[in-house]
């Protein structure tokens, strides 16, 4: 097990019994002599001397001489005049002080070698703790990984297995691979973080001389979450270009069978070749559109963490704003979402623009909940009939919006971000994206950048 640095309180806790055991050693000295025992009392020495040698192992040839005349001046003061005595004196002060400089330079030794270890272990990149293997107790852990499931190291102490690995079969197989491996390696584990939300972590793991088992953490959840929503996007992407695709060549279709009849009804011999060129750009068209379908499972970038402040003002500055007062209320915080965020901002505040009819207002800002932030785009418009919040949304649902809002949720979706339209019809439309906790962040260096607002 690694040697855990020796904390204020327990500095404090060794040299209260220093103190402690170096009086009790001279009340039994005073006793011992008053009634003319002299062979056990200076066995007692060596509790403070030991101490001292182990607590404060750069004070120890000091403090031990000090041990030592005290010994010294105790047995000349309260002894009778006896040379033998003061012989016997005399060598258990050398005896004292070669044990505390014997002892000091081995513990100084000891706690380099610990010092390294601790340096190893606690400033780490990698997170480590360690665990009972009989018990399930979490015994100890550095600051890494303690902050990658937002716990103060302390507090981790009082936990169990059990607390961070919650789904039962998961930790079962875990634990079965350590008891029978002994030693495993980069595996897959879910710990459940002080705010319930769960981070993905690569595992090592090996069990030690005693009854305990060390493990390192390398925080994968980023990268679990980005393989997720790259699935997402992919099956999205895929179902649009479908979608699309059937649209367009139905379009084509019917453009050719119209191009086809106006050819053959043609009576001017002039027409022909511009007949004869359209039908090419057509089948042209329709040809590329199948090539396509060919690269439909291409994947997609990454989603990204997005400063939402920095992308609503991108979003703004490509809009007219028409004498429209655009209110920007966003706190240093970071939202996991795809790239085309932007167009997400753009689309719902050029929505309001466009069909507000006396919009002179929009205002962005953020609510935080115990388990989301909610993003709000709302304006002072006519509104959105109660009939149609939902059908906004949809594909099939046009009222010269375009794919605008269709493709708002779609983007939002890719990594679980949700938006819905609550706004009241006659005084103006509403838009809340709420994201899932493990989805946002505050921006590093600006304290907890998040602050609830009124609903």
Not at 275 to 287: D, H, M
């Amino acid at each position: 097990m690694t040697m855990r640095p020796l904390t204020r309180k327990r500095q404090m806790l060794f040299d209260v019994c220093i103190v402690s055991s170096i009086l009790a050693a001279m009340v039994i000295t005073f006793f011992s002599i008053s009634h003319g025992i002299y062979d056990v009392f200076p066995y007692f020495y060596l509790i403070p001397i030991i101490l001292i040698a182990f607590a404060r192992p750069n004070l120890a040839i000091y403090s031990t001489v000090a041990v030592g005349w005290i010994y010294v001046a105790l047995v000349f003061t309260l002894g009778l005049p006896d040379l033998k005595l003061y012989a016997l004196a005399t060598i258990w002060f050398y005896i004292f002080v070669s044990l505390g400089v014997l002892i000091s330079t081995y513990s100084q030794v000891y706690r380099k070698e610990g010092e390294k270890s601790c340096g190893a272990y606690y400033n780490s990149q990698a997170g480590v703790f360690s665990y009972d293997k009989r018990t399930f107790k979490i015994r100890d852990a550095n600051r890494k990984f303690a902050n990658m499931i937002r716990y103060d190291c302390d507090d981790l102490m009082a936990k169990s297995l059990p607390d961070l690995i919650p789904d039962k079969e998961e930790r079962e197989s875990f634990i079965t691979k350590v008891r029978d491996l002994r030693r495993v390696g980069d595996i897959e584990v879910k710990f459940r973080a002080w705010d319930g939300s769960m981070r993905w972590a690569l595992v090592s793991a090996a069990e030690t001389g005693d009854p305990g088992v060390i493990c390192t953490v390398v925080d994968i959840t980023d990268n679990k979450l980005a393989q997720e929503a790259l699935t997402q996007a992919n099956k999205k992407l895929n179902l649009l270009n479908n979608v699309t695709r059937h649209d367009i060549l139905n379009q084509l279709t019917a453009l050719l069978g119209y191009l086809e009849i106006s050819k053959a009804d043609n009576k001017d011999p002039s027409m022909e070749k511009y007949f004869e060129r359209e039908l090419q750009a057509a089948t042209a068209i329709r040809n590329q559109i199948l090539f396509t379908r060919d690269y439909q499972n291409i994947g997609v970038h990454s989603p990204l963490w997005h400063n939402v402040a920095e992308t609503v003002s991108l979003a703004t500055a490509s809009i007219d704003p028409r004498a429209i007062l655009v209110n920007v209320n966003i706190p240093p915080v970071e939202i996991y979402a795809d790239p085309l965020l932007e167009k997400v901002f753009y689309n719902l505040i050029e929505n309001s623009i466009r069909h507000g009819e006396h919009v002179t207002e929009i205002s962005v800002r953020t609510v935080e909940r115990a388990d989301s932030l909610d993003i709000i785009v709302e304006d002072n418009g006519v509104g959105i009939p109660e009939a149609n919040k939902e059908k906004i949304f949809r594909r099939e649902f046009f009222k010269n919006t375009g794919f605008g809002l269709f493709l708002s949720r779609e983007i939002l979706a890719i990594t679980n971000l949700v938006i819905t339209e609550n706004g009241t019809p006659g005084k103006g439309a509403r838009f809340v994206i709420r994201v899932p906790r493990e989805h946002f962040r505050s921006i590093p260096g600006h304290g907890s950048g998040i602050s609830p607002q009124k609903k």
